[in-house]
């Protein structure tokens, strides 16, 4: 069973800076993308930033590019998202996701092997 935890969510001033984590367990895809999707109250799902298993390619929404970075720690099974220069505007619930590749979880819907996290509340306050 694919287990998605994470972590580091909460409430920072604009400007401020958070990091996520998301502690992985129980995917088998020999490759995969993990990453990032946030919704916010009456917006639509979007796609944050995502990490290929298969050569380490990142991939960022234009909203989020040059603040946010996402890395991963294989030996902990954990990947994480630095979030720089917050705006109120990435206020949100942060969910991690994993799939067979980036594409779906940046773009969304997740495929019949996706799976995603109970996610974190950030909230950034102007």
């Known amino acids: 069973e694919v287990q998605l935890v994470e972590s580091g969510g909460g409430l920072v001033q604009a400007g401020g800076s958070l990091r996520l984590s998301c502690a992985a367990s129980g995917f088998t895809f020999d490759d995969y993308g993990i990453g990032w999707f946030r919704q916010a109250p009456g917006k639509e799902r979007e796609g944050v930033s995502c990490i290929s298993s298969k050569d380490g390619r990142t991939y960022y929404a234009d909203s989020v590019k040059g603040r946010f970075t996402i890395s991963s720690d294989n030996a902990k099974n954990t990947v994480y998202l630095q979030m720089n220069s917050l705006k109120p505007e990435d206020t949100a619930v942060y969910y991690c996701?994993?799939?067979?590749?980036?594409?779906?979880?940046?773009?969304?819907?997740?495929?019949?092997?996706?799976?995603w996290g109970q996610g974190t509340q950030v909230t950034v306050s102007s």
């Open positions: 996701a994993v799939d067979t590749e980036c594409a779906t979880v940046v773009v969304g819907p997740l495929g019949p092997f996706g799976s």
